[in-house]
C-alpha cells in the first residue's frame, strides 16, 4: 500500500509541469491560476465538511494572509515561466526547495546549517548556474529554457520556499486541510482581481479552448492540486521523513518523461551533468543523515 501510494503521489506530481504548460497555451496563466485555485477549492469543500475542520480565523491573520500570497505568487510564476522554458528544467529547478527552506530558516528564523547542508549548497547552487548559463547560451525551449521562463520558475521557487517558512508559523493554530483551502479560496480571489489587467494584453479566445483543454485543468485542480497533497500527507504520516523526501527525487524523472514524449525535449549532457550536482546536493543537504540512520 505504501509503495502504491508513494509511486501514485510520484507520478501525479511529476505530471503537473507537463500538464500546465499544455493548458496554459489555451487559458491565459491568470485566468488559469484563477480557475484551477476555484475548482480546487469546490474540490475540497466536502472534505472540509467531512472532517469538520475550523475555518474560523484567529485574531492574528497576517501570517495566514501572507502565507496564502506567497502560495498565490508560485502558481502565478510557474504558470507564466513555463511557456518559455521546457518542463524538465521547470521540475528540476524546484529540486532543491528544502535546501532553499533550510538557508531562508537560517537568515530569519536564526535555525542553524550543518555541514552537510552548506557542502550540499554549494554543490546545488554551482549546477544551478550550469542550468542558467545554458539557457542564457542556447535560448532552447525543448532543453534548458529561455532566460525569462527560468526567472520566472526561479522566483515562483523563492516564493514557495517562502510560503513553506511562514507556514511554520501558522502550522500550530490551523489544521493542513483548513491552510489548503484558504490557500485555493485566497488564491482564486486575488488572480481573479488580476484577470481585467492579463485580458487586456492577452485576450481568452474561447474558441481556442478544446475538450483536452478543460479535462487538463480538471486535472490539475484535482490530481495535482487537491489529491496529490492528500497523498503527500499519506505519505509522511506513514513512512519517515527519508522516504518522504525521496519525492522529490522521482518527480522530475517523470517529468522528464512527459516532457520528452508529449513537448519532443531533449536531454542535453550539460542538461544531466547539472541536473546530477542539484539532485546531490540536495541528498547530500537533506536526506543523507536520514538515509545512514535509515539503513543502519
Same mark, same amino acid.
Given at each position: %500500500?505504501?509503495?502504491?501510494?508513494?509511486?501514485?503521489?510520484?507520478?501525479?506530481?511529476?505530471?503537473?509541469?507537463?500538464?500546465?504548460?499544455?493548458?496554459?497555451?489555451?487559458?491565459?496563466?491568470?485566468?488559469?491560476?484563477?480557475?484551477?485555485? +476555484?475548482?480546487?477549492?469546490?474540490?475540497?469543500?466536502?472534505?472540509?465538511?467531512?472532517?469538520?475542520?475550523?475555518?474560523?480565523?484567529?485574531?492574528?491573520?497576517?501570517?495566514?494572509?501572507?502565507?496564502?500570497?506567497?502560495?498565490?505568487?508560485?502558481?502565478?510564476?510557474?504558470?507564466?515561466?513555463?511557456?518559455?522554458?521546457?518542463?524538465? %528544467?521547470?521540475?528540476?529547478?524546484?529540486?532543491?526547495?528544502?535546501?532553499?527552506?533550510?538557508?531562508?530558516?537560517?537568515?530569519?528564523?536564526?535555525?542553524?546549517?550543518?555541514?552537510?547542508?552548506?557542502?550540499?549548497? %554549494?554543490?546545488?547552487?554551482?549546477? %544551478?548556474?550550469?542550468?542558467?548559463?545554458?539557457?542564457?547560451?542556447?535560448?532552447?525551449?525543448?532543453?534548458?529554457?529561455?532566460?525569462?521562463?527560468?526567472?520566472?520558475?526561479?522566483?515562483?521557487?523563492?516564493?514557495?520556499?517562502?510560503?513553506?517558512?511562514?507556514?511554520?508559523?501558522?502550522?500550530?493554530?490551523?489544521?493542513?486541510?483548513?491552510?489548503?483551502?484558504?490557500?485555493?479560496?485566497?488564491?482564486?480571489?486575488?488572480?481573479?482581481?488580476?484577470?481585467?489587467?492579463?485580458?487586456?494584453?492577452?485576450?481568452?479566445?474561447?474558441?481556442?479552448?478544446?475538450?483536452?483543454?478543460?479535462?487538463?485543468?480538471?486535472?490539475?485542480? +484535482?490530481?495535482?492540486?487537491?489529491?496529490?497533497?492528500?497523498?503527500?500527507?499519506?505519505? &509522511?504520516?506513514?513512512?519517515?521523513?527519508? &522516504?518522504?523526501?525521496?519525492?522529490?527525487?522521482?518527480?522530475? &524523472?517523470?517529468?522528464?518523461?512527459?516532457?520528452?514524449?508529449?513537448?519532443?525535449?531533449?536531454?542535453?549532457?550539460?542538461?544531466?551533468?547539472?541536473?546530477?550536482?542539484?539532485?546531490?546536493?540536495?541528498?547530500?543537504?537533506?536526506?543523507?543523515?536520514?538515509?545512514?540512520?535509515?539503513?543502519?
Amino acid at each position: %500500500m505504501t509503495l502504491l501510494v508513494f509511486l501514485l503521489a510520484s507520478i501525479i506530481g511529476g505530471s503537473n509541469a507537463a500538464l500546465v504548460k499544455f493548458t496554459v497555451n489555451q487559458f491565459p496563466p491568470v485566468v488559469l491560476v484563477a480557475l484551477r485555485a +476555484f475548482l480546487a477549492t469546490l474540490f475540497t469543500l466536502p472534505f472540509i465538511y467531512l472532517q469538520k475542520s475550523e475555518l474560523r480565523l484567529s485574531n492574528d491573520k497576517k501570517y495566514l494572509i501572507v502565507a496564502n500570497f506567497l502560495f498565490a505568487l508560485n502558481w502565478l510564476f510557474f504558470a507564466t515561466g513555463v511557456q518559455h522554458t521546457s518542463v524538465i %528544467m521547470s521540475q528540476v529547478l524546484y529540486v532543491p526547495t528544502s535546501l532553499i527552506v533550510a538557508f531562508l530558516g537560517f537568515l530569519f528564523l536564526k535555525e542553524k546549517l550543518s555541514l552537510s547542508q552548506i557542502f550540499g549548497l %554549494m554543490l546545488t547552487l554551482f549546477g %544551478m548556474s550550469i542550468l542558467i548559463y545554458g539557457s542564457a547560451k542556447s535560448q532552447d525551449l525543448l532543453s534548458f529554457g529561455t532566460p525569462l521562463g527560468n526567472v520566472l520558475i526561479i522566483l515562483g521557487l523563492l516564493s514557495w520556499s517562502l510560503y513553506t517558512i511562514v507556514s511554520r508559523k501558522i502550522s500550530q493554530v490551523y489544521t493542513p486541510l483548513t491552510i489548503t483551502f484558504y490557500n485555493f479560496l485566497l488564491t482564486t480571489l486575488f488572480a481573479s482581481l488580476i484577470i481585467p489587467i492579463e485580458l487586456k494584453s492577452r485576450g481568452l479566445i474561447l474558441t481556442n479552448i478544446t475538450t483536452g483543454g478543460i479535462l487538463s485543468l480538471l486535472s490539475i485542480a +484535482f490530481f495535482n492540486s487537491v489529491l496529490f497533497f492528500g497523498l503527500y500527507q499519506w505519505v &509522511i504520516k506513514h513512512t519517515s521523513a527519508f &522516504i518522504s523526501s525521496l519525492i522529490l527525487y522521482t518527480t522530475p &524523472i517523470i517529468a522528464a518523461f512527459t516532457g520528452i514524449i508529449f513537448f519532443n525535449e531533449r536531454l542535453t549532457f550539460n542538461l544531466v551533468a547539472a541536473s546530477i550536482l542539484i539532485f546531490l546536493g540536495v541528498f547530500f543537504a537533506t536526506s543523507y543523515q536520514y538515509a545512514i540512520n535509515y539503513f543502519k
